[in-house]
């Protein structure tokens, strides 16, 4: 069975500076694919990122990026030069069907 | 068209009721997806849809039946619900099963009375 680990329940980062989200995940799979969404009051699912696990760079879309660490089985997110908003829910997937998500990490932004 | 649209936007129903969600996609996506999601908790999957034909059902109670018309629309159809399955209902789609991003659709509230 495929699992995703978030262990940051809640977070907090000053505007303007660097956060970083961990999540780590159990599988028996060579490939797949794993992602970061966002989910803001408004609750929808927004793509952040995402990541294929037989490419060994790093992905990067903007001030977000991952650091993906396969043998460890772990996937965080950078969040650089934060702001107001960026302040939502987080969760880190896993494809496996359909998404498997984490528990998920509020981030709070502060001004 | 980018966007997976979702009617309605909030359903309050009775435990005797029979009512549908509606879902719908024009970006020629062949998978959908649904999703529940409770109050604080992460979405869980419930149904896959593959080219028309359910693929998964992650062990959903029969009061809840999905069906899918077409490849552009996804219905959740509801009966005998109880007060715990009250949550957001997010439907999802992507080009297909194998393919990497899915896009959501903006939900809907159901509230089980």
């Known amino acids: 069975a495929q699992t995703v680990t978030q262990s940051q329940p809640e977070m907090s980062v000053q505007e303007a500076e660097t956060v970083t989200l961990s999540c780590t995940y159990d599988?028996?799979?060579?490939?797949?694919?794993l992602f970061w969404y966002k989910q803001p009051p408004s609750r929808q699912m927004i793509l952040v990122i995402r990541q294929e696990a037989y490419k060994q760079q790093n992905a990067t879309e903007n001030r977000f990026s991952v650091n993906f660490q396969k043998a460890a089985k772990s996937f965080s997110l950078k969040i650089s030069d934060s702001q107001l908003g960026d302040a939502a829910m987080y969760f880190c997937a896993y494809r496996r069907g359909g998404m498997r998500f984490g528990a998920g990490t509020r981030l709070t932004v502060k001004p | 068209d980018t966007e997976v649209t979702q009617t309605p936007k909030h359903l309050v129903m009775g435990m005797t009721n029979k009512k549908s969600l509606k879902c719908e996609q024009h970006m020629g996506h062949r998978a959908m997806y649904w999703y529940k999601q409770k109050a604080k908790k992460p979405p869980e999957l419930m149904f896959v849809y593959s080219y028309e034909k359910l693929s998964i059902n992650e062990s959903v109670p029969s009061r809840f039946s999905p069906e899918c018309p077409n490849s552009s629309l996804l219905n959740l159809h509801l009966h005998a619900l109880q007060p715990e399955d009250s949550a957001l209902y997010l439907c999802?789609?992507?080009?297909?099963?194998?393919?990497?991003?899915?896009?959501f659709g903006p939900g809907t509230r159901l509230t089980v009375l």
């Open positions: 999802a789609s992507s080009q297909v099963v194998e393919n990497n991003e899915q896009f």
């Open positions: 599988t028996s799979e060579s490939d797949y694919y």
